[in-house]
């Protein structure tokens, strides 16, 4: 098909594509930028280029530019460690990195060339070729996710993947003239990309935010129009708190709330208010949503994730078995807009895919009605702020330390964030609990760092010698 900015550049040259506080540029502005940026980044053609930015204009033309020179673009989550970083763009096979001259700083073992946005800006135009058509097969993007030994997978998304993504959500949320989607959550996470071709693909304008802030995005919903945007948990909590008394207007058509299970005091609190918060399913594996609750369900079914997109097919299963209707087992789903793989990751993809399902690992039942209800994500995933934490990553940073024999990480309930991470450890030396947490601070992002650590002589652990994490959760409740 058509590259997709080229041809709603066609379609639409005049019309509002992105938003800021301060600026405003349509199509024909976007694809010239893009078209720009290709010409004199050039020597990225085909390569598996890496983005590490915050929200920014500059950001978004990077990624369309990438598009244009065929190159596969691997995002890269700015809060990790400089380690984290690099063993990222090791998996991913990234060639060159791409990003805020801030941020790149940080990177000083990287092995592969980075350039700043400021660096390309000042190169000049080549005459190259630019693409016309995508091929829907080939790999657009990836991002990455960690699996229960807490070792980073890229997952590889196809432009398919996100074309199927954004109609099958179309066909669920409906498109209106007037929709405006407001970005505050990373570009660099599936939500705030899947925005972006939602953007691109149906003639939608974003609202673009550097970051969340309970105060500007209220003010651009009462203000700018803003018809949609996506939250998790804590944001949502955040933004009812900030809003007060004060109620959304009538144009506001949908709060999608995803990155967990919401907490039922929340949905209720949304509803006194009148604000329509619509409960989505999904991960970086399935582009974004898979299942999003319908917004003539949205009071009905409170608590619910609805039922999968038109595309896309969701079961509940205990291995191959498929369960009835109010059994708690393993969610599964198949679909176009489903990965079709890990990159480079053999045994990942022999463990997640049977006959074409992609076994999430998440927990969950159906209704009577098929209305899909999430009861965990994943029996060990800590769900922070809506970032996926991963325990066996912490345990491998702790039993790095002289001394240490065991690690055991676990999530507690928290007012603000959901989950924070909470770390037992076994240690023949005298750590103390502030050197144990500068040692993960070194390590790993700073919503990874334990909240607090425990000393035991032993940990939990069953026959096989496995660390039995729930144990540990029952610690934290005495």
Known sequence: MEHWLLKRANLSPDALAIETADQQWTYRELYHKSDQFARKAAFLQGKHVAILSENCLEMIVAFWGCTLLGAKVVFLNTKLTERELVQQCDTADVEIVIGQAS???????????????EDLKALPARPIELLTEINPSSICSMMFTSGTTGRAKAVVQTYENHWSSAIASALNLGLQA????????????????????KSVIYGM??????????????????????????????TCQRLLEELEDNRYPDTFRCMLLGGGPAPKSLLEKAANKGIPIIQTYGMTETCSQI??????????????????LFSASLEIRKGKEKLEANQIGEIVVKGPMVTPGYYQAEQANEQSFISDWFYTGDMGYVDEEGFLYVVDRRSDLIISGGENIYPAEIEDVLLSMEGIKEAGVTGREDKEWGQVPIAFVVSEKAWTEEELRAHCEQHLARFKVPRKFYFYKSLPRNATNKLQRHLLRKKLIK
């Not at 000083?108 to 060339?113: K, N």
Request: a positive charge.
């Open 103 to 117: 941020l790149l700083a940080r990177l000083q073992t990287l092995t592969c060339p980075s350039y700043s946005y």
């Open 178 to 197: 007037r929709d405006k989607w407001l970005i505050s959550l990373p570009l660099f996470h599936i939500s705030g990309l899947s925005t972006v071709m």
């Open 205 to 234: 304008p974003i609202y673009l935010m550097s970051s969340f802030n309970a105060e500007n995005i209220n003010h651009a919903i009462q203000s700018r129009g803003i018809t949609h945007i996506s939250v998790v948990s804590t």
């Open 291 to 308: 299942s999003t609750l319908q917004m003539k369900d949205a009071l009905r079914k409170l608590g619910s994730a609805g039922k999968a």
